[in-house]
């Protein structure tokens, strides 16, 4: 690049940029190890307090509507192996459903 006539640096000048060039190296690799490391930690970590309360709120389990959102690749085998419920049930609860046509974003009864 010296010979292009861009950069135009003299010989032994470049070692006056080697230590802020370090510094903000070093920087650098300090807070992506340290984000890396909250990140990792939050994942493992309990949920807070309000979530737990909230769940037990929630209506016994006879009474919850359950429902699944069919995703690409989806068959009704596939869903009934998923969620535990069995395919015929799958198919009395949702009569308009053709078990050979679903569609992505499909919501399916299964309670």
Known sequence: MGRLGLVAL????WR????????????TVTVG????????SDRHSAPPGPVA???ALRPP??????????RAGDTIEAISTRTGVAQAKILALNPKVSPTAL???ERLRLS
């Open 53 to 55: 309360r909230h769940a």
């Open 61 to 70: 389990h006879h009474q919850v509507r359950r429902t699944y959102v069919v």
């Open 33 to 40: 190890l340290v984000r890396g490391g909250l990140r990792s």
């Open 10 to 13: 003299p010989a032994g000048r």
């Open 16 to 27: 006056s940029y080697a230590g802020p060039v370090a510094l903000v190296l070093a920087v």
């Open 103 to 105: 569609f992505i974003g």
